[in-house]
């Protein structure tokens, strides 16, 4: 998602800049440039420069890196937060589950036990978001081989396939067939 946003800025940008050159509105969305014959563009003022991010961390690049990290990490968390609201596993969901195995926290009502949840998913969404959002951060900072929403991306689809092996071998099932 956070690419999504990124990608749109990114793009509106590069319209603006083809039909409204040097006015008020690109130099606020971002102008761009060649940086050479063989290259993509490059953000070089507005919003698309300091939500791109910055070929290395140095002296003079230090405010963009700031805003780039704090943007990707807030964007990040909140898409976390209203995921965990949105799937299914919001501390409602999780009670009404755990109401319905029959299962509660002794002297507690339905509402103690939903306040009693959000004390842990709430930070839990937040704090897992912001831990993504560091990684991507500080992948695209590195120059690693790929993007960091990319590592991020594979590393999910490996996990999903991991547990998908992990739950054919507790059923029993041939597991080299999946493969």
């Not at 083809?18 to 130099?27: Q, T």
């Not at 300091?50 to 990490?73: E, H, K, M, T």
């Not at 009502?109 to 009693?116: I, M």
């Amino acid at each position: 998602m956070m690419c999504a946003v990124v990608q749109i800025v990114f793009f509106t940008s590069q319209i603006l800049q083809l039909n409204f050159k040097g006015s008020f509105i690109v130099s606020i969305f971002g102008s761009w440039h060649e940086a050479d014959a063989h290259s993509k563009l490059r953000p070089n003022g507005g919003l698309a420069y300091y939500l791109s991010p910055p070929d290395a961390v140095s002296i003079w690049q230090l405010d963009r890196f700031i805003i780039y990290s704090v943007f990707v990490v807030a964007i990040c968390s909140e898409f976390s937060r209203f995921w965990v609201n949105i799937s299914g596993q919001s501390a409602k969901d999780m009670s009404r589950r755990l109401s319905q195995q029959d299962m509660s926290i002794q002297n507690q009502r339905n509402e103690a036990l939903t306040k009693a949840l959000w004390r842990y998913i709430r930070p839990a969404s937040v704090l897992g978001g912001m831990f993504i959002g560091g990684t991507c951060v500080f992948a695209d900072m590195f120059a690693t081989m790929a993007s960091g929403t990319g590592i991020v991306l594979a590393v999910c689809i490996v996990y999903q396939y991991f547990e998908q092996i992990a739950q054919e071998k507790e059923r029993g099932q041939d597991v080299m067939g999946f493969i």
